[in-house]
């Protein structure tokens, strides 16, 4: 490995590793708001914060989903894309699609960091709840 492919290796994985940070970071402040919600709301309107988190995480995936055309040309290689497209047209199409996928990486993280506390409330709910010993509860609450 020459010198240059070790700095793009190491920018590379500062750049993961960063990425990485600003997700557990989102996540963490998604969770906060989320369990502070609920506890402001109380028992009688706990749904309210769940609700919200649902509904702003699947408004994020859907918008995510129409913007990259349904990921259809993410990964395609020019022979996989219509004969009736030039050469030209289809590498042009991939690296739109590349472009595309690069601009909405923060949503995906943030569909992650919304949809992340709800699950982690169900795990809980459903799961957690009945396995755990009751002063492990008590400590919980």
Do not use: H
Not at 51 to 62: E, K, N, P, R, Y
Not at 81 to 91: A, F, G, I, Q, R
Not at 106 to 111: D, M, R
Request: hydrophobic residues 55%; positive net charge.
């Amino acid at each position: 490995m020459g010198k240059t492919e070790k700095s793009a290796a190491k920018k590379s994985g500062k750049k993961a590793i960063r990425r990485l940070l600003m997700l557990a970071g989102a996540s963490i402040l998604s969770c906060l708001c989320y369990f502070g919600a609920l506890s402001v709301f109380g028992p009688e309107a706990q749904f309210v914060p769940v609700i919200v988190f649902l509904l702003l995480s699947c408004g994020l995936a859907v918008f995510y989903f129409i913007y990259n055309r349904g990921l259809v040309v993410a990964g395609a290689t020019p022979d996989m894309l219509p004969d009736t497209m030039s050469y030209e047209e289809k590498t042009a199409a991939i690296e739109a699609a590349v472009e595309r996928k690069k601009k909405t990486a923060w949503i995906a993280a943030a569909v992650f960091a919304l949809i992340l506390p709800v699950l982690l409330d169900a795990f809980y709910l459903f799961v957690l709840e009945d396995a755990l010993p009751e002063g492990f509860l008590s400590w919980l609450k």
